[in-house]
Structure formats: structure tokens, C-alpha cells
T-cell receptor
Framework: RKEVEQDPGPFNVPEGATVAFNCTYS??????FFWYRQDCRKEPKLLMS???SGNEDGRFTAQLNRASQYISLLIRDSKLSDSATYLC????????????FGAGTILRVKS | ETGVTQSPTHLIKTRGQQVTLRCSSQ?????VSWYQQALGQGPQFIFQ???????GRGNFPPRFSGLQFPNYSSELNVNALELDDSALYLC??????????????FGPGTRLTVL
């Protein structure tokens, strides 16, 4: 079983749609949680950290449920520029503060 | 931009050769982590360097080795290249003060092709 598992993609949605990505993690010792965005053939970029209380950044809302070991990302009013791969990421102190990435979910927003 | 730079951008090698990839961390950062991203996969942790010492290692064989220099820049060396080593190699720098709150910022990566 992979340490971080994400929804299989790709998600093809029209502009203006709301789309939700889900992610589960297996290591209960995980400390920190993130969503990264990766454009084609580029490096991952931090989209937002995820907190147990939930957090929002504009059209993006992230939620964490530690009991269920579940992370989500909601994107409202999708834009063409949101098309990318979204990586669910967990940090653990094991093996030196490493980041553990899911395989990513591809989002394609179409006009 | 993150201020993390990597060189070279692209590299083509043949099986059995050796390669050195370089990373300059963001100013003020003391930690560099290296990741391998195969096509269609998320990045996989190779190892991390903090203050010139290896601070953790993922499930990669010993032919993957690294260094961190006093200015916190870093090198990743891979010996005896195999076809499966073809991937995007990413370095990420962060400022680690202890605890787990450091944010890792990625460089643009080096795309390695092994023929």
C-alpha cells in the first residue's frame, strides 16, 4: 500500500466548475500536510498547507481529518489556469523530515 | 521564483556512466533534500542534507550519494547508471530550525535520460 494515495485522474471539468480532490495517508506519525501544484515538466510548487481546522485561500479550501487520515482540496470557480497536476504531500520526521508525495491527480479545465 | 537553482537542466547519459547534479539552495536556507520523479509518478525522497551531514535517506541504493558544502549548496552523484534512473531530479531547500515546520522550496529540476 502506498503511503499517500490520491484520487485517480484525470479530472476534466468546464470553467466555473467546483472540483474536489481526496487523499489518504497511512503513516499516523505524519506531522504536516500540504497540497503542491505541478505544471507540465516543471517543479512542484506549494499551493497551500493543510490544517486540522481547515483553511481557505481564495478559491481553494483544504481540509484535514487526522482521525481518518484523510486530506481534501476543493477548488471553486475553476479557471483554465488551474489546469495542472495536484500533489497531496505529507511530511514525516522519519528519515529526516522527508516529504512523501502522492502520485498526483491531473486536472484539466476546459472552456 | 524560489531562488533554488539546479544544473544542468537536461542531461543524457548511457548505462554504466556516472553523473553529478548540482543544486544551489535559497539564500538563508540550511537544508537540501533530493527527490527523484519518474514519469507519471510523484517525487520520491532520495536523501536530505543538513549542515553538511546526511540527515535521512529514502529507499535508494548506495550508488546514489550526495554532498552538501559549507555554503549549503549540494550535489547528487549517481554511479553505474541504469535505464530506470531516467527521471526528473529535484532538489528542495528549506530552513530547518528543528521541529517539522520548515517549508521546502523546489528548484526547476534536472531531467536525466539514460540510454
Amino acid at each position: 500500500r502506498k503511503e499517500v494515495e490520491q484520487d485517480p485522474g484525470p479530472f476534466n471539468v468546464p470553467e466555473g466548475a467546483t472540483v474536489a480532490f481526496n487523499c489518504t495517508y497511512s503513516n499516523s506519525a505524519s506531522q504536516s500536510f500540504f497540497w503542491y501544484r505541478q505544471d507540465c515538466r516543471k517543479e512542484p510548487k506549494l499551493l497551500m498547507s493543510v490544517y486540522s481546522s481547515g483553511n481557505e485561500d481564495g478559491r481553494f479550501t483544504a481540509q484535514l481529518n487526522r482521525a481518518s487520515q484523510y486530506i481534501s482540496l476543493l477548488i471553486r470557480d475553476s479557471k483554465l489556469s488551474d489546469s495542472a497536476t495536484y500533489l497531496c504531500v505529507v511530511k514525516t520526521r522519519e528519515y529526516g523530515n522527508k516529504l512523501v508525495f502522492g502520485a498526483g491527480t491531473i486536472l484539466r479545465v476546459k472552456s | 521564483e524560489t531562488g533554488v537553482t539546479q544544473s544542468p537542466t537536461h542531461l543524457i547519459k548511457t548505462r554504466g556512466q556516472q553523473v553529478t547534479l548540482r543544486c544551489s539552495s535559497q539564500s538563508g536556507h540550511n537544508t537540501v533534500s533530493w527527490y527523484q520523479q519518474a514519469l507519471g509518478q510523484g517525487p520520491q525522497f532520495i536523501f536530505q542534507y543538513y549542515r553538511e551531514e546526511e540527515n535521512g535517506r529514502g529507499n535508494f541504493p548506495p550508488r546514489f550519494s550526495g554532498l552538501q558544502f559549507p555554503n549549503y549548496s549540494s550535489e547528487l552523484n549517481v554511479n553505474a547508471l541504469e535505464l530506470d534512473d531516467s527521471a526528473l531530479y529535484l532538489c528542495a531547500s528549506s530552513l530547518w530550525r528543528g521541529g517539522g515546520t520548515d517549508t521546502q522550496y523546489f528548484g526547476p529540476g534536472t531531467r536525466l535520460t539514460v540510454l
